[in-house]
Structure formats: C-alpha cells, structure tokens
C-alpha cells in the first residue's frame, strides 16, 4: 500500500545508491542511468566535489531568510553573471517557479515603465514550462490544463515552426515571447539558430522580450553552457533550474539590466530560494560545468554517441525514424511503440525515459565516460535486434 496520491505513473523499481553513471537496488542490480533525474544530476550520482560541498556547508549554515545578505548567494549570482549575457539573477527553488518569475519580470519591466497592459506572453502550443497553474497555462496543453480551470488569461499560443501565426499574435498587448531552446517534454525539438535569431530581430522590431526556457537544455547539457549560444543572440530573461543544482533542487531566473530595473524592493521573493546550503552545492557544480575544457569534452563525448546512435538507425530503419537533440539532450523518435522499447532497455539495465512524439529521451550525466556511452550503444543495439 502506497500512501503516495496516484499523480505518477510509477515503475516498479527503486534504488539506494548512486555513484557517477549508475545506479544500485538494494539487490545489488546496477543500472546505467540515462535518465539522471531528468537532466537534474549533470554531474552523476555523489559527485565528490558536490557531497563535499553539501558537508562542509551541512555544517556551518543552512537558512537564513532573504532579509538578510547571502553570500553564497552573491557568489554564485556573481559567477552566473560573469560566464553568461545576465546582469542579475533572482534565485528560486524549481523551474516552475523560474519560468513564472521570468514571467512577471517581463511583465513589471513594462508595468515600470507606463505600460500595465502590455502582458500578454506567446508561448508554443504544448511547450513545457512547468507545473503551476500559470506555467500549466503557457504550456498550452489540453491534457496539462484539463480539470484545472478557470483558465489563467493572458498566453497566446502559436504552433512550433509557425512562424505566419507568431507574427499574427503580436499585438501591442504583447509583453514577450517565451520560448524553450529545445523543447524538452516536447519531444527533443530544437529551434533551429537561424530561427532564433530571427525571435530575437522580431522582438527587437516589435520591442518585446524574448524569454528563453534554458531550465531542461541549459547549464551545459548541448556541449554550450546555454543551448542558444550557438545562435549568438542575447535574450532578455532565461530561466534554469535542473541542471544548476546537480541534484539539489535550485532554479533561477537571469536577467539583462534593462528589465532587472523593474524588479524592485518588494515585488518577488522566495522563501526558500537561494539559502546557503542550495547556493554551495550550486557553486561547486558551476566551477565544474562552466569551464571550457567541460563543456568541449561534452561536445566530443556526445558528439561521439551521435554518430553511433545514427547508425543504429541506419542499421534499424524501421525501428528509429530520427535521432534528435544536440549534446547530451537526446531523442530517439521511434517507429515502434515508445514505452514497451523503454521497458527493454530497462530489462536490459539502461534507463531512458519518455518525451512526446514517440521520442525515447536519453540524458546521461555530462561527464559520462566513453567506455558507458559504449555500453549503452551496446544495449540499444541489442534491444534493436531483438524488437519484436
Ligand atoms: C522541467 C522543466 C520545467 C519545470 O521544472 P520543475 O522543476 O519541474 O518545476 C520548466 N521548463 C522546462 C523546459 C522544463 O524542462
């Protein structure tokens, strides 16, 4: 008997360790962890750094009330500033409430400066932005929002690739288009970098903000610290979450000058956001992902686990329609039946997890070894071969 409300539809199968790549039952099975909390634990299961970081600072200070000057906080805000387009950062503790956050940061931005009704977000028909009611409502998904009523106004929604309907749903309403870089949930769809520079010249003609949802494809997951800066544009108001923590629950919202000038004394808080034992775990994950030397070997390593992948798909045409994704934010878009193909991967110790579109989503940590990736190749072959 499980006292746990039935919202999950849950495998039968639990876990007591973790170390790096894998993952351990109590009866000593041991799984190849391509799921990794969903993109959360980028550095694998008990990163040395991470649980010395956790203990250190386990012991010295936990909570302190916003009300108070952080500095753990300042440090790690100081760090984010430094390594991307952001001026300041507003500290959370999940990607709902980042991207909700990003949310009434553009919002204030024109309320601060005489436009109250400039509000309105366009956002892409079943995106994922989270599970809150507003962010259940700028996904635009009939099955995310069904039963949770009364709709919350104010998000225009426009089909990916659309880009006639976009330009339709502009209005001088409009406050700003947000926009994951790559659909995660979505089905590993990734808004090509001609197409975002083409969101960024359209919000600059039409003098809204572009937000860009960085909280499943951020923070080093593409090979990029941000999966837009491949496309070289700047936005305005990027929320993350996931992967900043590895593992420990921290979401944030990065912002440009201009529309941190709204976000007064007063207007947002968080109880729990950005308390110092988040912020050190935050800080050590930072100094590990942010560097360059990281991030290139992220680019090989899954460069390298690309071109395997695809050509298992030339080997099982009529198994994989399309490898998607870039970096370590895979998608394997299937023929056959996504959920049985996961259970046998799982039967066969790999654990993947699903995304729309019949997409096998695979999300190993970002310094998964060679000789793993292999492995992995290994049992997707195998399970190709014997998919009946
Ligand atoms: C996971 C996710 C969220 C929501 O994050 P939670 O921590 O579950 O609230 C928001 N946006 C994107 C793109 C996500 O992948």
Known sequence: MSY??????????????????????????????????????????????????????????????????????????????????????????SGAEATEAAIKVAR???????????????????????????????SGSKKMTEGFGPKVAGFDHFNFGDHKKLKKLITKKTAAIMVETIMGEGGIKKIPDWCLRGLRKLCDNKRILLILDEVQCGIGRTGDFFAFESSKVKPDIVPIAKGIGGGFPIGAVLMNKKVASGMTAGTHGSTFGGNPLAMKVGIAALDIISKKSFLNKVKSNSKYFHIHLLKIKEKFPNIIKEVRGQGFLIGLQLYKDQTKFIKQLMDNKLLTIKAAENVVRILPPLNVKKTEIDKAVKIIKMVCSKYN
């Not at 099975?29 to 250190?56: E, M, R, T, W």
């Not at 302190?64 to 390594?83: W, Y």
Request: with cysteine; proline share 2%; glycine share 8%.
């Open 4 to 93: 746990l409300a039935k919202n999950y539809n849950r495998k039968k199968l639990s876990f007591v360790r973790g170390k790096g790549s894998f993952l351990y039952t109590k009866n000593g099975g041991k799984y190849l962890d391509f799921v990794q909390g969903i993109a959360v634990n980028s550095l694998g299961h008990a990163h040395p750094q991470l649980v010395k970081a956790i203990n250190q600072q386990s012991k010295k200070l936990w909570h302190v009330s916003n009300a108070f000057v952080i500095p753990e906080g300042e440090e790690l805000a100081k760090k984010l500033v430094e390594k991307t387009f952001a001026d300041y950062i507003m500290f959370q503790n």
């Open 108 to 138: 204030r931005y024109f309320f601060s400066t005489g436009k109250p009704n400039k509000n309105r977000i366009i956002c892409i028909k079943n995106s994922f932005h989270g599970r809150t009611i507003a962010a259940i409502h700028a």
